[in-house]
């Protein structure tokens, strides 16, 4: 079974910037898409981006602000945000392989 754990999660004010990382138990990353979800309170899931084979794809609502980097011999996924609004106030979660993190928090207000 595969562990992802998320950290990076903070409180920043608007217009700021976060990194967030994925750490594999095993590294997925390079046989596997990984994606990015977040989840806002009273909000559905939503997805943020996914990454494969070094291409990368981005909701329209972050494109622009957000990238993806990834450490292979960390088995780290990185989801460098920019530009944060109040808006991406939300929990954030990777998954790939069909598996879960358990979210970190990222709460953008001033």
């Known amino acids: 079974q595969v562990q992802l754990v998320e950290s990076g999660g903070n409180w920043v004010q608007p217009g700021g910037s976060l990194t967030l990382s994925c750490v594999g138990s095993?590294?997925?990353?390079?046989?596997?898409?990984m994606a990015w979800y977040r989840q806002a309170p009273r909000k559905p899931r939503e997805w943020v981006a996914n990454?494969?084979?070094?291409?990368?794809l981005f909701a329209d609502n972050v494109q622009g602000r957000f990238s993806i980097s990834r450490d292979d011999a960390k088995n780290t996924i990185y989801l460098h945000m920019n530009s944060l609004k109040p808006e991406d106030t939300a929990v954030y979660f990777c998954?790939?392989?069909?598996?879960w993190g358990q979210g970190t928090q990222v709460t953008v207000s001033s």
């Open positions: 990454t494969q084979n070094g291409i990368s």
């Open positions: 998954t790939g392989k069909g598996f």
């Open positions: 095993e590294n997925i990353f390079k046989t596997h898409s």
